[in-house]
């Protein structure tokens, strides 16, 4: 695995299909509000992958874009709804697809914010990034994930009774709620999303949550997540649980970024893993 170049992969260095990399809907490279010079992010080969952008159908009058990363092998397989950070799809959540689609997975990140018309990766003004992820609200938001689900179950390679969701920073959050308001997601894991408005919402958990959480995070105290851990017993979801890494920051996971803890990251990921093995989706 390595970044193939400085500038962000290309459509050739991944193979993919015609379909996919003419008129390509998604950001070419890492979002440049964020990206640390000095980072060495992890690029998955798409060798025995199909990768596509899909047009999810919402009820609004553009549909939902997505990227899918999915195997080529035939057959119904279980799939990874796959929700990015404020920064919306960029190099590193199309990687993340592609390491889910190795593994076996179908993984589909819906672009979240793209009613708005802006090109979010590239911009480097947190102000403006802000602005535009502030015009999702969390109705519509869960209306798309809720929409990327019915989707998933209408596609022949994928197994509709198997569909999990993982979430970076502002995805983190969306991954708790769908948990609460999607009947089709059976399992989530939440990485570093915000918890103080969902706290109170812990008893309409339908799908077992894992969170992964940063004790150095600056803008989730812990507060907030043994008020959330608590929520969980008192409510009985003994599925549902988080786990803190001590000394790691907000953003522990994302390799392209400074914040980023390798051993941590690593982890996480296998506890991901373990939870949706755990809980059929696999």
Known sequence: MHLTR?????????????RAAVGSMFFAGYALAALDANAAPITTPADDL?????LIPNGAEKPLPAYVARPKKAG??????????IFGVHDYIKDI??????????????????RSGVNLPALT????IRKVVGQASPEQVDGDVKATSAWVKAQKFANGAKIG?????????????????????????AWYGQLKPLIARAGELKAPVLGLYGGKDQG???TDVEAMQAALK???KTGSSIHVYPDAPHGFHADYRPSYVEADAKDGWARLLAHFKANGVV
């Open 220 to 222: 989730i105290p812990l």
């Open 6 to 18: 400085p500038e962000g992969t290309q459509p050739a260095d991944l193979h993919l299909t015609r």
């Open 76 to 85: 119904r397989h279980p799939t990874v709804i796959v929700v990015n950070e």
């Open 165 to 189: 969701i993982t979430g970076f920073c502002w995805g983190g959050a969306v991954v708790w709620r769908a948990a609460m308001v999607d009947p089709d997601i059976k399992a989530g894991v």
């Open 50 to 54: 199909v990768i596509e952008e899909a």
């Open 125 to 128: 003004d947190f102000a403006e």
């Open 234 to 236: 008192a409510a009985g």
């Open 97 to 114: 697809c592609r390491r889910f689609a190795k593994l076996g997975y179908v993984a589909v990140a819906p672009e979240f914010f793209y």
